[in-house]
């Protein structure tokens, strides 16, 4: 200690406390990022990382939508040649017990297919959803490390529906109906899903022709199969493309938001 000429004491200059602002007469950088998520600091590494994940997780949406738009494309071909082989051997031996041996020996096999096709694209759907809240967050962390972005992103960065209906464009959020007509009835596992129902309407009535029912019932027997299908896939779709349906929204948006 030093002793100063009214007899107090002083600490001397290598002794004193350091502080956390950074001495730019120095030379010393200031921190990259101060904000703070989860009540974790951001450190100067911060933006490369999360850039890094985001095209992670960009190129695994890209990798699921291949698979998609494959599964989609085997089980219509494999349909497709189905129907011109059973046409062709139509044409060369007639419609008859033959033709109608052949097709409930092998539309059930494209059956077994569509449905298996259906309930990967569900998956793959929820799967892209949870990708599309991953990447909002991402985009939370970035506002938070440069708020003066926000202006210029055009996709959500809060992980809740809104969020979602923010980074899928759709219009007029607020009304939840437009978001279940565009993402829900016209999606790909919808078309699948009735093409597969025709499929087993058509495997009923080629049933009931193999034992001469009455035209009515053939075509009451068809039209119930269609439904019945058709009805039986949707509850898989409707709980599963739900994520939020049972997590908590990390990054919420604001109520005040319009």
């Not at 997780?57 to 939508?65: A, E, Q, V």
């Not at 962390?141 to 979602?164: C, N, S, V």
């Amino acid at each position: 200690m030093e002793e100063a000429h009214d007899g107090t004491h002083r600490q001397p200059r290598e002794g004193r406390p350091s502080t956390s602002a950074p001495d730019r007469a120095h030379g010393a950088a200031a921190p990259v990022a101060v904000d703070v998520a989860g009540g974790h600091p951001f450190g100067p590494h911060a933006a490369s990382i999360l850039a890094t994940e985001h095209w992670s997780l960009l190129g695994t949406r890209s990798l699921i939508w291949n698979e998609a738009m494959s599964r989609t494309t085997v089980f219509l071909t494999v349909l497709s040649a189905s129907i011109i082989a059973l046409a062709l051997l139509a044409d060369a031996t007639g419609f008859g017990p033959h033709t109608t041996t052949v097709a409930l020996v092998l539309l059930p096999v494209v059956l077994l297919l569509g449905v298996a096709t259906y309930m990967r694209l569900v998956q793959i759907n929820t799967e892209e959803v949870q990708l599309v809240l991953a990447m909002n967050r991402l985009r939370h962390a970035y506002l938070k490390i440069e708020p003066g972005l926000e202006p210029y992103f055009t996709t959500g960065h809060h992980d809740d529906e809104r969020g979602l209906q923010a980074t899928y464009m759709v219009e007029h959020p607020s009304r939840r109906w437009r978001w279940l007509l565009v993402y829900f009835l016209v999606n790909t596992p919808i078309i699948v899903a009735t093409v597969v129902a025709a499929l087993a309407a058509a495997i009923a009535v080629l049933v009931l022709q193999a034992i001469d029912a009455p035209r009515a019932a053939v075509v009451v027997a068809g039209a119930v199969a269609f439904l019945a299908v058709w009805r039986g896939l949707m509850p898989l779709q409707r709980h599963e493309v739900d994520p939020l349906r049972d997590e908590t929204p990390r990054f919420p948006t604001p109520p005040d938001l319009p």
